[in-house]
C-alpha cells in the first residue's frame, strides 16, 4: 500500500505563491491519476484538481483554473500543486490522493474513487 506524505504548506498573505509536494513512498504511483483535495474548516472535502498518470491530462475544479497547476514527477514518484494569487477562501488543509481504478475513464472528481490520502499539509492565506 502506497503511503503520500504531503508537505509545502503555510502561512502566506494574499497574492503569495505556494508550491505544494506529495511524495509517494511504498509504491510507485506512477501508473496511477493523482488528485489534489482540500477541505476548510468547518465544510467537507472538495476536489481542487487532477492528473493522468502520464501527466499529459489535467483537470481542475472551477477555484484553481487559472490559478492552480498540477504537475508529476513519476521518477520522483512525487506530485505537486503550484498555487498562485492566493485568495482567502483558499485557506484549507491540502490532501493528495491515489485513484488505482484501471476501470476509471477520465480523470476522478470525487473523492470517493481515490484509495489512498496523505495526512494533508495546512495552507492559510492572511489578508
Known amino acids: 500500500q502506497v503511503q503520500l506524505v504531503e508537505s509545502g504548506g503555510g502561512v502566506v498573505q494574499v497574492g503569495a505563491s505556494l508550491r505544494l509536494s506529495c511524495a509517494a513512498s511504498g509504491l510507485s504511483v506512477s501508473s496511477y491519476d493523482m488528485g489534489w483535495f482540500r477541505q476548510a474548516p468547518g465544510k467537507g472535502r472538495v476536489f481542487v484538481a487532477a492528473?493522468?498518470?502520464?501527466?499529459?491530462?489535467?483537470y481542475y475544479a472551477d477555484s484553481a483554473t487559472g490559478r492552480f497547476t498540477i504537475s508529476r514527477d513519476n521518477a520522483k514518484s512525487t506530485v505537486y500543486l503550484q498555487m498562485n494569487s492566493l485568495k482567502p477562501e483558499d485557506t484549507a488543509v491540502y490532501y493528495c490522493?491515489?485513484?488505482?481504478?484501471?476501470?476509471?475513464?477520465?480523470?476522478?472528481?470525487?473523492?470517493?474513487?481515490?484509495?489512498?490520502w496523505g495526512q494533508g499539509t495546512q495552507v492559510t492565506v492572511s489578508s
Open positions: 490522493a491515489a485513484d488505482y481504478n484501471p476501470m476509471h475513464r477520465g480523470l476522478m472528481t470525487d473523492l470517493y474513487e481515490y484509495v489512498d
Open positions: 492528473i493522468s498518470w502520464s501527466g499529459g491530462s489535467t
